[in-house]
């Protein structure tokens, strides 16, 4: 079993900065990929950002310029550092992590709890 923290959500004013962490632990070979989804009321889940283990990143139009992910691949964590923050941006924002058992396994998907990030203007 894997399991996701998440930590860093709050409430913040619309220009305003978060960071949000996400650890990984339990039985873990390797971890492929790492990204943080989000979901406002209403809409559906969207990727914010994804980054493998070689730092490769991916970013939505949305949040390009403001947003950076990054990961510490000894402590399988993955980070979020959101900037410039818009009212826009006001979703839970979820963990996501692809993690391999063995050198073998294929890599399955989990995810956390979800954490509340909320702009006001």
Same mark, same amino acid.
């Given at each position: 079993q894997v399991? /996701? &923290?998440e930590s860093g959500g709050g409430l913040v004013q619309s220009g #305003? $900065? /978060?960071r949000l962490s996400c650890a990984a632990s339990g039985s873990i070979f390797s971890i492929p990929a790492m990204a943080w989804y989000r979901q406002a009321p209403g809409k559906q889940r969207e990727l914010v950002a994804r980054i493998n $283990? #070689?730092?490769e990143t991916n970013y939505a139009d949305s949040v390009k310029g403001? %947003?950076?992910i990054s990961r510490d691949n000894a402590k399988n964590t &993955? %980070? /979020?550092q959101m900037n410039s923050l818009?009212?826009?941006d006001t979703a839970v924002y979820y963990c996501n992590a692809h993690v391999r058992y063995?050198?073998?396994s294929p890599a399955y998907d989990y995810w956390g709890q979800g954490t509340q990030v909320t702009v006001s203007s």
């Open positions: 399991q /996701l &923290v #305003g $900065s /978060l $283990s #070689g730092a403001r %947003f950076t &993955v %980070f /979020l818009k009212p826009e063995s050198i073998q």
